[in-house]
Nanobody, 121 residues
Framework: QVQLVESGGGLVQAGGSLRLSCAAS????????MAWFRQTPGKEREFVAA????????YYADSLKGRFTISRANAQNTQYLQMNSLKPEDTAVYYCATGTFTTSPLGYDYWGQGTQVTVSS
């Protein structure tokens, strides 16, 4: 059974940083792409960033380029999202997902439970 467990969310002031982690189990981690999505109440799940199985390719939502960095450590079955210069509009539940390298949530077949990120102004 595939399990994804996010951690690292919390409350931070605007301009601050957070690093999210996603620990994976139950799948050969190093052969699947990974991604981060986020969601706020009443809105659709929004693509944040994706990384290929080897880490050689990454892709970001245009609005987040330069502030967020996705990475992975296949030996530790873990992916990360470094978030800098956070803004109140970054407040959301952040989800980790595994699947194909795409910006569509339909391309990911396993999801974590989410971790709340709250950015205060």
């Amino acid at each position: 059974q595939v399990q994804l467990v996010e951690s690292g969310g919390g409350l931070v002031q605007a301009g601050g940083s957070l690093r999210l982690s996603c620990a994976a189990s139950g799948r050969t981690f190093g052969t699947y792409s990974m991604a981060w999505f986020r969601q706020t109440p009443g809105k659709e799940r929004e693509f944040v960033a994706a990384i290929s199985w080897s880490g050689a390719r990454t892709y970001y939502a245009d609005s987040l380029k330069g502030r967020f960095t996705i990475s992975r450590a296949n030996a530790q079955n873990t992916q990360y999202l470094q978030m800098n210069s956070l803004k109140p509009e970054d407040t959301a539940v952040y989800y980790c997902a595994t699947g194909t390298f795409t910006t569509s949530p339909l391309g990911y077949d396993y999801w974590g439970q989410g971790t709340q990120v709250t950015v205060s102004s």
